[in-house]
């Protein structure tokens, strides 16, 4: 015969429960960050410009073996006493290239890897997450307060 759970053994199995959706959601997500890029990119021209610091403007996306260019605004990277940033990125949730414009958003609090270089998660709205890293020390990424606009230019 089966004896009905007390309020005690209730409590226990409730915390079990919570505990194994808690591990189950850090598995996930454990997951997710160890996935590979549906897509990468890279970072050409910009400027330098007195009390802002490096302004990124064009880039690369390359998705399935095609380089696609882009246009970037609202990213920029802090004074590095006159020298050219270089970065380079991830892109995830990439389904087609077209979903790849837009306005992006930073989705986490930003991080800085070992060696002072910076990461920068930013998402836009039909999800496409892109995380762009700076490879040259020191080079504090930055999104404008209204975002990040990449814009694909046409294929010459």
């Not at 390359?62 to 882009?70: A, N």
């Amino acid at each position: 015969m089966i004896e009905p759970i007390g309020k005690g053994k209730r409590w226990r199995a409730v915390v079990m429960v919570m505990g194994c959706a808690l591990i189950a959601a850090g598995a996930v997500a454990v997951a997710a960050e160890a996935r590979n890029p549906d897509a990468t990119i890279e970072f050409g021209e910009g400027s330098v410009a007195a009390g802002t610091g490096y302004t990124f403007e064009k880039g690369w996306l390359v998705y399935r073996g095609d380089r696609h260019p882009f246009r970037i605004s609202g990213l920029t990277a802090g004074e590095v006493h006159g020298e050219k940033v270089h970065a380079r990125g991830e892109v995830y949730n990439l389904r087609s290239v077209p979903n790849f414009n837009g306005n992006y958003t930073s989705t986490t609090a930003d991080a800085t890897r070992g060696g002072d270089f910076d990461v920068k998660v930013l998402r836009n709205r039909n999800g496409v997450d892109v995380k762009i890293v700076s490879t040259t020390k020191g080079a504090d990424l930055r999104a404008a307060p209204l975002g990040v606009t990449i814009t694909l230019e046409g294929n010459d």
